[in-house]
């Protein structure tokens, strides 16, 4: 009964290879997003769906592609990895507009790019 | 440009005692802003929040205070206990409520 959940868990793989994390709720909320938290455990937002429609596109790479085949869903694709990209991607739920803005994060995957 | 600055990497507190974790903010717009803890290899779970018409708000051993003209908020843990060793991050959103800015944590040991 994990209310965010992702996977994998762990990702080592090679430069210049594509790979996908998943990310699946089950709280119903309506808002998904993705943070990149990096070597300097800074936490920052990439992209953020409302009902399955992208609203925020922070500054990331096109390399970088978010897909929400539902509400519950919202998934990360990158190609062509690149060294810089090692950091721990975590995906996040809110209710959405309006009331209390908490969000709930699923437990991360560490992405590591040899 | 970090927009949520955490200036204490780490703070070490006795058992019992209060643990004050700080945090500044640049961006006036911010109207709601959160702490979230965060153990080792899990994601951060929502603690606290407090809106911008308040200045402070209290759940249990956690309060959260704030001061809009220093663009300044604390949380105070009081009676601090070791399950509250983690990592802490506050977090803050503007009107749209869509988008969140995170410091980058202070790190909180709590000594038996």
């Known amino acids: 009964d994990t209310a965010v959940s992702q996977t994998p868990k762990y990702l080592v793989t090679q430069m210049g290879n594509d790979k996908s994390i998943k990310c699946e709720q089950n709280l119903g909320h309506d808002t998904m997003y993705w943070y990149k938290q990096d070597s300097k455990k800074f936490l920052k937002i990439m992209f953020s769906?409302?009902?399955?429609?992208?609203?925020i596109n922070e500054t990331v790479p096109n390399r970088f592609s978010p897909k929400s085949p539902d509400k519950a869903h919202l998934n990360l694709h990158i190609n062509s990895l690149e060294l810089g990209d090692s950091a721990v991607y975590f995906c996040?739920?809110?209710?959405?507009?309006?009331?209390?803005?908490?969000?709930?994060f699923g437990p991360g995957t560490r992405l590591t790019v040899l | 440009d970090q927009q949520v600055k955490q200036n204490s990497p780490s703070l070490s507190v006795q058992e019992g005692r209060i643990s004050i974790l700080n945090c500044d903010y640049t961006n006036s717009m911010f109207d709601y802003f959160l702490w979230y803890k965060k153990y080792p290899a899990e994601g951060p779970t929502f603690l606290i929040s407090?809106?911008?018409?308040?200045d402070k708000n209290e759940d249990g051993r956690f309060t959260v205070f704030l001061n809009k003209s220093a663009k300044h908020l604390s949380l105070h843990i009081v009676p601090s206990q070791p399950g509250d060793s983690a990592v802490y991050f506050c977090a803050a959103s503007g009107n749209t409520g869509n988008q969140f800015y995170f410091g980058t944590g202070t790190s909180l040991t709590v000594i038996p």
């Open positions: 996040a739920s809110s209710p959405g507009s309006g009331g209390a803005r908490e969000q709930f």
């Open positions: 769906y409302n009902n399955k429609e992208l609203i």
């Open positions: 407090i809106s911008s018409i308040k």
